[in-house]
């Protein structure tokens, strides 16, 4: 048996624990929030499913879900590169970090901006 | 052999930087507070001083060469391309360049000194010598461009410093119309030398349009078209330099500040033209005929100017005068193709032109703004620098021997005999006897006698040192600057003239020891005659005379200013009159208002298709893509 | 290595917007210092743009990147363009913002954003590329555009121009699919080739693929009759976002319009015919719609229109030798130098809110702001085409270019437009020197603007002296 498969066995392993355990970690631990909102059949924040359509509603979540939506790119864009890595190079591994850098920089102005911070 | 020398771009470069510096603290400033005028006045100088000293540079390199390689350039960068034709920035010293350089800078800084002290008080200060920088800075670049195209530029850059700066004082109207007449008739030469700069080019220039390339072409130029460019030339020369027809501008530019008038008079703008005729001297020597007429027309002028200045009132006017006087000999000189002499006696005149100009102008500061000489008189002990320097520069303008004028004056009138112009060397000796009795009638009414207004008398006092030692300075040239070119009976060398050997095309006429004796004697007394009339006449004390019969003709200057009012500027205010009020409103103005009228409905009525919607918008979209598919697939079958 | 040498200034801006945006986050700097470091930034691309070595002639293509990106001295010109108007639209934001009492940390950011998406389009030379810089300047330019949340006017525009721009970035991709059907390639190099193989006409692909490649870039370009947004959005804008839209956009827009027509001189012949037709109508209606205007800024805007008509006529000869590609760019030079310049003075003479903006509310102002006044005037004359300035030599390359290649017709209508254009022009300098000042001009406080002003006025004079050959 070689190494790499016991190290990746053991990091399978590892995280099939670690994760049910979290969860469970969570439930117990963490606060609970109820009401109506949260019973709504959108989780998005429009509140009423019926009604006029020009009526105001929270985008807090849509933001969310955009900035999610370019870090999931982020993981999107290194499947290609990881199976080239080989071919690319130094020259290919220094362009990821710099990539990963940029969206870095753009995570860093989120957190300072507070738009992680559900108001 | 043209040697390359990058600092020569500097030499104009100076005074224009100073001009641009002065220019922009002067705006910065203008309505707040004022920046003090010690420091406009440093800051002034200094670009004139160091183009001097480079100007002197240029002139021990160009004795350090064999004389044929006598010449330095250098393209500061190339100005326009069209077609075929480059012309760049180019500049070249040869030694008629070095020659104008110097004194261009010499007289030029030390009028830059003088007028700290002039212009004290003066709520324009900074103005003034932004210009006054401008005005050097342009002179300099018509005096070294390598091409009569850099040479226009530098052409029309006086040009406009004149404007601007005699109608400096632009509370009096006067002045205003003085600097519109400078500009005005100046734009009449210059109309001679862009055509003639056209014809040159039309003639000779594909092949290069810089100087030594026109000289190496001259040949091919045909007589006519030579006879043309040497003509329409020599009438841009007689705009900047104030020959008949154009003089006209000359005396009025008095109402400029007198340094300002120094500078036109002495070191530039005036030398402009003469500049310019020795400059293409390989074209004048091709074309006799118009040698002929230069040298006719200068020697009219000088005789004219010379009468009209013994009838005038005004200090400045007579200097004035005597200033077109002796342009006009200068002209007679290249015109009898004695260039080297002509450009001689630019270089003394410069010296004691400017002297006396700053003379006169010590006076009048003196006197208040005083410059009619019946209310001067006596002033001798109240102003002794002056006097002797002023005295200085009358003798040298009066060619009195051995003073710089003499040797000058001289030359000229012994070419034109010499090349068997003998009428010409006449009217010369008569004008020069004319010239020693205005000059010493000024002298005499302003300086001796008795005072003629005491209360001026009394207040009257010395100018300051800043104004005084530039007198000086100007006086000792005036003094030797004519042993520069002693000719061989004084037991010279002709320095001068071997000097400029180089850069011009001319045959030295030989007469003989007899003639030159003769011409010689003949200028000594006609001198003597003059300054013995003036003496009789005005060393005791007179009051303004009343003229009569001819003396009035001369004294309202033979009325050409009317006449050419009436003959030229009234029947053309008249045309122009009669095109605004008949042709204008309903043949150009009518057809116009109406199609404006016309185009300004359409653009309303196009105003509805920019409705705001978006919608629409896209929908024009659409249809655009929709006609421009029609259009490719129709093409596509 | 090469490679990366050539886009540094593409990297420069791209890392002094990341830069002002980390600034902005950590608020580290007030509006003053921002305002200051994003000045600088611009300059400090500009000059790396200026150092960057290139020789290299528009054709053919000195390819960078596998062929993405190509670089020559077209391009560099570009960029130099692009940057300057970044750096005097950064000086008109300066003082916009001391007088507005509204202000966004990210403005700067934004703007060397889409400078970068600027840059990066000019260089493009595959169909992918020039859609993602596209997609980087607009994004980026609508964000501008919007910046002001408060205010409806610039809510409405930005609106406009999303959708309008979203609708035209449709019709790209669209465009590019057809190529890349017609030709098996997005790079330029692959589609000239195919192009010259198979011909141009007998691929229905391509020929409908680069029909709507060209509307998206006629859209772009203000061209008729896709130029209705550009009066509501320049208007809507605020002052220097509209002269920031004004200059880059359309520098990098046209760079880029060349350089596809670039691509074959087969293709290109195939769309001469239409550009004519394009070219005419865009002079013409923009000239009707400018003189209809009461707004400046929409006069301005409508003729931004008509100068996409003149660079048109310049495209049309593109490629054919150099004079003409080189009048392009001058051409971009000068309409960016007199352009810009009004757009600065507007932002310090328009006041709080923009609300003197009318004909009328600078009638004096010649007596007020002499040398504003000034400068001004010089801009308009260099915009309707008077010597000395730019603008006449822009205008006398590209119709000389014209007459040359055998658009005669084209040329004389170019004259035309432009003495029609002179009315709106005149209409301003006539009010700022023969009408009397009704209310007072509030002297502002010491900004860096009017000083741009000058830099750019004497810009127009400079300019005309350049040589157009590149």
Redesign the interface.
Same mark, same amino acid.
Request: aromatic share 24%; charged share 5%.
């Given at each position: 048996m070689s190494a790499e498969l016991v190290l990746s066995g053991a990091v399978f392993i590892g995280l099939a624990l670690a994760i049910p355990t979290i969860m469970v970690l969570t439930a117990v631990f963490g606060p609970r929030s109820g009401g109506e909102a949260k019973n709504a059949p959108y989780e998005s924040g429009i509140t009423q499913v019926v009604g006029m359509a020009d009526q105001k509603f929270s985008v807090k979540f849509y933001l969310l879900a955009i900035l999610f939506l370019i870090f999931d790119i982020e993981a999107v864009f290194m499947y290609p590169w990881a199976v080239s890595l080989r071919e690319l190079g130094v020259f290919g591994f220094i362009e990821m970090v710099v990539f990963i850098l940029l969206l870095l920089t753009g995570l860093i102005y989120i957190l300072k901006k507070g738009v992680l911070n559900w108001r | 052999m043209v040697h390359n020398v990058s600092y020569l771009g500097f030499i104009p470069l100076l005074p224009l930087a100073g001009a641009l510096i002065l220019g922009l603290m002067y705006l910065a400033t203008c309505q707040g507070k004022q920046i003090s005028e010690r420091l406009y006045g440093i800051l002034g100088c200094i670009g004139p001083v160091l183009s001097f000293f480079m100007a002197l540079r240029v002139f021990f390199s160009l004795r350090g060469l064999p004389e044929q390689e006598r010449f330095l350039s250098h393209v500061a960068y190339t100005w326009f391309s069209t077609g075929e034709l480059d012309i760049p920035m180019g500049f070249l010293a040869d030694p008629l360049s070095a020659i104008m350089l110097l004194f261009v800078t010499f007289v030029g800084s030390l009028i830059h000194i003088y007028s700290i002290g002039y212009m004290k008080g003066d709520a324009r200060y900074g103005k003034f010598f932004a210009y006054l920088n401008l005005f050097l800075g342009s002179m300099l670049i018509l005096v070294l461009g390598d091409g009569p195209v850099v040479m226009f530029v530098g052409w029309e850059g006086v040009g406009l410093c004149s404007y601007l700066l005699i109608g400096f004082w632009s509370d009096d109207r006067s002045n205003v119309m003085a600097g519109n007449k400078a500009f005005i008739v100046n734009r009449i030469g210059d109309l001679g030398f862009v055509l003639g700069m056209g014809f040159l080019f039309w003639g000779i220039g594909a092949d290069g349009f810089d100087y030594l390339s026109l000289k190496a072409n001259a040949q091919n130029l045909t007589a006519p078209v030579g006879l043309v460019v040497c003509l329409l030339l020599f009438v841009g020369a007689t705009g900047k330099s104030a020959q008949i027809p154009l003089y006209v501008w000359l005396p009025d530019a008095m109402a400029g500040p007198t340094p300002v008038s120094a500078l036109i008079h002495a070191a530039t703008m005036v030398t402009a033209g003469v500049y310019m005729v020795a400059r293409f001297s390989f074209l004048y020597a091709h074309v006799p005929a118009a040698g002929e007429i230069v040298a006719w027309i200068g020697m009219l002028t000088a005789l004219l100017a010379a009468i009209f200045g013994m009838y005038q009132d005004d200090i400045k006017k007579i200097l004035a005068y005597s200033t077109v006087s002796q342009l006009g000999y200068m002209f007679a000189g290249v015109g009898v193709a004695a260039y080297s002499a002509g450009i001689f006696h630019v270089f003394t005149h410069a010296f004691f032109k400017a002297l006396l100009f700053l003379a006169a102008g010590s006076v009048i500061i003196a006197l208040h703004h005083e410059q009619n000489i019946w209310k001067m008189g006596g002033l001798r002990s109240k102003l002794p620098t002056t006097y002797k320097t002023m005295l200085i520069g009358g003798l040298a303008l009066a060619g009195c021997p051995p003073f710089a004028g003499f040797f000058s004056k001289d030359e000229i009138l012994y070419s034109a005999l010499a090349s068997g112009h003998v009428l010409i060397w006449m009217i010369g000796v008569v004008v020069a006897g004319m010239t020693a009795y205005y000059t010493f009638r000024m002298i005499f009414v302003v300086f001796h006698g008795t005072p003629r207004d005491q209360e001026a008398f009394d207040h009257a006092h010395e100018s300051p040192k800043v104004m005084t030692v530039p007198l000086v300075i100007l006086a000792i040239g005036s003094v030797f600057a004519g042993f520069y070119n002693l000719p061989a009976i004084f037991g010279g060398h002709q320095k001068f003239s071997h000097w400029l050997a180089p850069s011009l095309v001319e045959h030295h006429p030989h007469g003989g020891v007899g003639l030159e004796i003769l011409a010689v004697a003949a200028s000594v007394v006609a001198f003597v005659i003059g300054v013995s009339i003036a003496y009789r006449k005005f060393s005791v004390p007179v009051a303004e005379p009343v003229y009569k019969g001819f003396n009035k003709f001369g004294y309202h200057k033979f009325y050409v200013d009317e006449l050419y009012h009436t003959v030229i500027v009234r029947p053309y205010q008249f045309i122009g009159k009669a095109i605004s009020r008949a042709i204008e409103p309903f043949v150009i103005d009518a057809p116009v208002q109406a199609s404006g009228w016309l185009y300004r409905m359409f653009g309303l009525a196009f105003k509805v298709f920019q409705a705001g919607y978006v919608k629409v918008y896209a929908i024009y979209m659409v249809i655009g893509l929709s006609v421009l598919s029609l259009l490719v697939s129709q093409s596509l079958n | 290595m090469q490679d990366i040498m050539a886009i540094l200034p593409l990297l420069a801006t791209c890392a002094g917007a =990341?830069l002002i945006?980390?600034v902005?986050?950590?608020e580290t700097f007030r509006r003053e210092g921002i305002s200051i470091l994003g000045i600088g930034l611009f300059a400090f691309a500009f000059f790396v743009q200026l150092t960057v070595e290139n020789s290299s002639p528009i054709m053919p293509y000195s390819a960078i990147f596998n062929g993405m990106l190509v670089t020559s001295t077209f391009t560099k010109a570009a960029g130099l363009i692009i940057l300057a108007c970044g750096f005097f639209s950064a000086i008109a934001a300066q003082t916009y913002f001391t007088q507005n009492r509204w202000f966004v940390l990210e403005y700067y950011c934004m703007m060397l954003f889409a400078a970068c998406g600027m840059i990066l389009m000019t260089m493009a030379a595959e169909l992918i590329t020039v859609f993602v810089a596209l997609e980087i300047m607009s994004l980026a330019i609508y964000t501008l555009i919007g910046c002001d949340r408060r205010s409806v006017i610039r809510s409405e525009a930005v !609106?406009?121009y999303l959708? !309008?721009g979203a &609708?035209?970035g449709a019709?790209f991709v669209m465009g590019s699919v057809f190529i890349y059907a017609g030709a098996g390639s997005t790079r330029f190099v692959d589609i000239a080739r195919a192009v010259s193989e198979g011909g141009f006409?007998a691929n229905?692909a391509l @020929? %409908?693929g680069s !029909?709507?490649i060209?509307?998206a870039l006629l859209?772009k370009a203000a061209a &008729?009759? &896709?130029h209705? $947004?550009v009066?509501?959005v320049y208007d809507g804008a605020p002052m220097p976002v509209t002269g920031f839209m004004a200059t880059a956009v359309k520098t990098a827009v046209f760079c880029v319009f060349a350089n596809v027509l670039l691509i074959n001189t087969e293709l290109r012949d195939g769309w001469v %015919?239409?550009l004519f037709w394009i070219s005419v109508l865009t002079m013409f @209606?923009g000239?009707? =719609?400018?003189? %209809?205007?009461n707004n400046l800024k929409r006069m301005l805007a409508a003729s931004g229109i008509v100068h996409s008509g003149y660079l048109i006529i310049g495209l049309v000869a593109i490629g054919s030798d150099t004079v003409s590609n080189g009048a392009v760019i001058f051409y971009l030079a000068a309409y960016a130098a007199s352009t810009l310049g009004i757009f600065v003075a507007l932002s310090y003479l328009g006041g709080e809110d923009e609300k003197r903006i009318r004909f009328d509310d600078f009638n004096g102002l010649a007596r007020v702001r002499p040398y504003s006044a000034a400068c001004i005037t010089i801009f308009l004359l260099s915009m309707a085409g008077i010597p000395p300035t730019a603008g006449f030599m822009g205008k006398f390359y590209i119709i000389a270019g014209a007459f040359k290649h055998g658009f005669v017709a084209l040329g004389v209508l170019g004259i035309i437009s432009s003495i !029609?254009s002179v $009315?709106y022009y005149l209409r301003l300098i006539i009010s700022m020197y023969f009408r009397e000042p009704q209310e007072e001009f509030g002297v502002s406080e010491m900004t860096l603007a009017p000083l741009g002003t000058f830099a750019l006025a004497a810009a127009v004079f400079a300019i005309s002296?350049i040589?157009v050959v590149i």
């Open positions: - | - | =990341i945006m980390l902005a986050a950590f !609106l406009k959708m !309008l &609708f035209a019709f006409i229905p @020929v %409908g !029909l709507l060209m509307v859209f &008729f009759p &896709f209705a $947004w009066v509501d %015919g239409y @209606v000239n009707l =719609i400018a003189i %209809g205007q !029609l $009315w002296f040589p």
